[in-house]
Nanobody
Framework: QVQFVESGGGLVQPGGSLRLSCALSTSIAGFYVMGWYRQTPEKQRDLVATITTEGFILYGDSVKGRFTISRDAAEKTVYLQMNNLKPDDTGIYYC??????????WGQGTQVTVFS
């Protein structure tokens, strides 16, 4: 099972910014996809953003143009820069990794709250 070290999140007013980071505790060989999903009490876990080892990026429709995902391969870390945050961005952000050998792994989650 993959272990993550997650940081970032917190409270912010609408229009503000936050940065999440998710680091792997160990190196993983081969291709994998890493990123975040967001869960709210009303909805299922929705895609926020993912990035592959080859640099292919996918964003959820609601965050396009506001969030940016990036990856530091040497540090085994991915980052999510969240700008122009809205109340609908509130939720628990789960770091995730998908790999053909390891399957799907999930972090403990980080709370993001956007309030007026």
């Amino acid at each position: 099972q993959v272990q993550f070290v997650e940081s970032g999140g917190g409270l912010v007013q609408p229009g503000g910014s936050l940065r999440l980071s998710c680091a792997l505790s160990t190196s993983i060989a081969g291709f994998y996809v890493m990123g975040w999903y967001r869960q709210t009490p009303e909805k299922q876990r929705d895609l926020v953003a993912t990035i592959t080892t080859e640099g292919f990026i996918l964003y959820g429709d609601s965050v396009k143009g506001r969030f940016t995902i990036s990856r530091d391969a040497a540090e085994k870390t991915v980052y999510l820069q969240m700008n122009n945050l809205k109340p609908d961005d509130t939720g628990i952000y789960y770091c995730t990794l998908r790999n053909s050998v390891l399957g799907d792994s999930w972090g403990q989650g980080t709370q993001v709250t956007v309030f007026s």
